[in-house]
């Protein structure tokens, strides 16, 4: 059968080729962002590098680099290039006021993401005969609709399912007969445990393929993916910033890293601690500059995420260079079943509650397939010297749970401790004690 | 007629009532009673202490998280009826009881019932005007 490539022309281009478009597209992003958005003249002059300084993609490395510290403190719309009367679309990362990360896009930028997001589909096998199950959330996080847009573009049938009522996602599973699914890959696996608990076959449902990311997750999960719900599971790669889901794809042929469509992104991967470019191959993190956006373009954006690049050809075709699988992260941010959360989110949401000292630790597990997250909280003098009922610290914990949730979007489950009983630390990663095993 | 005592916020795990036991042992602090109210994850441990200062002193010293609260102690002859002729005066005039423990005194003819309550003056008003005992703090710190 001959792989299926939804733009074969651009995802199949000779190297050299590929590279002088992307130095083309490059030349023209770097001028639109250094005449438009003040950030980024700011921070080249103060690299004393001007856009015409940049004569080959290599030169690239002689610009600064964009960090999600910058871009929160842009917010909400200080990185955009284009007036709001362009954008058509917004969307952002979970965070407490100012904290989060909002995005913006045009009509063309949505017409990009849609695009890639179908080409993404077919890389995992695909067509417009193809019922989808989106179980990605929608809303501001950029996984629905971004899936929802890619699978629409193909002329597949799309189920807009969004996340949790599992025993109807069960029941629409059973009854609508979808080919494909996406969502997180931990919750693939809870739908599948909560099948079987409904008696339900889970291995003999329509379903074919699943499309799986926006969590770190490991081959032994693909293992288990793939045979209690009887399907390929395959790999995909996004995040709000850069563009939402479908900024890389694993295709069904190589199933060994996913393929970055390179005709809209430049990658690099950096040593984390020096920033110094790193030959590819070499594992470090992943640094981003869009080539087509408009609304929210990114010079060389830090994701913090941890990967190596695979340069070797791919049996399906596809010139563009593959990232492997994300080793980890660079700073602190956990993902809790889909969601960027960062320790200092949490301590921002406890410091907000009356009473309450910012000593904390959180404890990421699993259990069964699901993330958890637990919130050691110690009791401060001032909560406990003025009540000693079960009522008052059951009620404090309450009000922890549901701020947590109202700001970050997460379940979290909170725990009071005894004073000093959680170390105190100068550094922030061991805020975090991870007990999954990925 | 009030009585202080100590509430120790304690989690639930191996060893937690031990470390306060023992250091009111070291500082040769007697506990006159005591109750626990536990959830799943933690607990409060409630004390009436011959020496309310000292006690308070070394718990802080070792950081623990306490509280001093205000607490009635009311003596009741230990027969059947002892504590309903109490709950009946405070049922009458709606006096709502935040948590209670009880102990029987060393020669057997009394029990103390410890009683906390939202406001402690109204409620030592209330059982004094209907002839039951209220104990002294004093009293209660030396039996």
Known sequence: MAVMIYNEEFETLPREVLEALQFKRLQQVLQRVYHTVGFYRRTFDAAGVKPDDIRTLADLSRLPFTSKQDLRENYPFGLFAVPMSSVVRLHASSGTTGRSTVVGYTKRDIDTWSELMARCFVAAGLTKNDIIHNAYGYGLFTGGLGAHYGAERLGASVIPMSGGNTKRQIMILQDFGPTAICCTPSYALNLAEQGQAMGVDMRSLRLRVGIFGAEPWSDQMRDQIEDQLAIQALNIYGLSEVMGPGVAMECTEGREGMHIFEDHFIVETIHPETGAVLPPGEEGEIVFTTLSKEAFPLIRYRTRDVARLITAPCRCGRSHVRMGRIMGRSDDMLIIRGVNVFPSQIEAVLVGIEGLEPHYQLVVDREGTLDTLEVQVEVSERTFANADEVKVLQKMERRIVKDIKDYLGVSAKVKLVEPKSLQRFEGKASRVTDRRKL | ?143
Do not use: C, W
């Open chain 2, 1 to 143: 007629m009030k009585v202080d005592q100590i509430s120790i916020f304690l989690e639930n795990k191996p060893g937690g009532l031990e470390r306060v036991t023992r250091i009111l042992k070291e500082a040769n602090i007697n506990i006159r009673t005591l109750s626990i109210a536990d959830t799943s994850e933690f607990g409060i441990l409630r004390l009436i202490v011959n020496d309310v200062e000292a006690t308070v002193r070394v718990l802080k010293e070792d950081g623990f998280r306490i509280s001093r609260t205000t607490v009635v102690a009311v003596e009741v002859p230990d027969r059947p009826g002892g504590l309903h002729s109490i709950m009946e005066v405070l049922s009458g005039h709606d006096i709502n009881v935040e948590y209670l423990y009880a102990f029987v005194e060393k020669s057997g003819e009394n029990a103390v019932i410890i009683f906390r309550f939202d406001n402690p003056d109204q409620a030592i008003d209330v059982l004094l005007k209907n002839n039951l005992t209220v104990l002294p703090g004093a009293k209660l710190y030396s039996l």
